[in-house]
T-cell receptor
Framework: KQEVTQIPAALSVPEGENLVLNCSFT??????LQWFRQDPGKGLTSLLL?????REQTSGRLNASLDKSSGRSTLYIAASQPGDSATYLC???????????FGPGTSLSVIP | NAGVMQNPRHLVRRRGQEARLRCSPM?????VYWYRQLPEEGLKFMVY????????ESGMPKERFSAEFPKEGPSILRIQQVVRGDSAAYFC????????????FGQGTRLTVV
């Protein structure tokens, strides 16, 4: 059974701090892993997509890594800003055509 | 190229009524996925469709829920005889028929059953 978990469930940090969000998955036959951002009452914004053949992806202040052997992915946010406050979801794809399994999310608050 | 379009953004239905949620995938995308986000819960897969075919409906409730993706027009998620427990945000995603691609999500339809 595919299962995706995220730690911590909630995180509050002062502005400017670097932080790491963790995602774990149980299915080693992962095809890709995607990180999303969801603002309250809003839709999903795709942040980064890592294929199973890749180790990491970077976009601006965001860096996502993938370690298939340990079943883990991390999202690193550098120099956090209040505008980064949102819920961050990781999602595992088993094939390029299959459904995506979401983690429960990490709720991030960046305090000015 | 507009993103994935969902409408309506907000929908209020009385118990027992029908709810119809629409999703227009991005241009060139032939794969559509529906997800549901219940209050205080994570996103759960419901159904995966290609044009005129349901590929995987393992996440769909057995009764009252149906989905279609016709040859022409948007994908429709239909909920008959809605109950308060159906109140949730329903998200649609689409992807192209190609390898190594990501799914793009719409803004969601927030259904409230009163």
């Amino acid at each position: 059974k595919q299962e995706v978990t995220q730690i911590p469930a909630a995180l509050s940090v002062p502005e400017g701090e670097n932080l790491v969000l963790n995602c774990s998955f149980t299915d080693s036959a992962i095809y890709n892993l995607q990180w999303f951002r969801q603002d309250p009452g809003k839709g999903l914004t795709s942040l980064l997509l890592i294929q199973s053949s890749q180790r990491e992806q970077t976009s601006g202040r965001l860096n996502a890594s993938l370690d298939k052997s340990s079943g883990r992915s991390t999202l690193y946010i550098a120099a956090s800003q209040p505008g980064d406050s949102a819920t961050y979801l990781c999602a595992e794809g088993k094939t390029s055509y299959d459904k995506v399994i979401f983690g429960p999310g990490t709720s991030l608050s960046v305090i000015p | 190229n507009a993103g994935v379009m969902q409408n309506p953004r907000h929908l209020v239905r009385r118990r027992g009524q029908e709810a119809r949620l629409r999703c227009s995938p991005m241009k060139g995308h032939s794969h559509v996925y529906w997800y549901r986000q219940l209050p205080e819960e994570g996103l759960k897969f419901m159904v995966y469709l290609q044009k005129e075919n349901i590929i995987d409906e393992s996440g769909m409730p057995k009764e009252r829920f149906s989905a279609e993706f016709p040859k022409e027009g948007p994908s429709i998620l239909r909920i008959q005889q809605v109950v308060r427990g159906d109140s949730a945000a329903y998200f649609c995603a689409s992807s192209p028929p190609a390898m190594n691609t990501e799914a793009f999500f719409g803004q969601g339809t927030r259904l409230t059953v009163v």
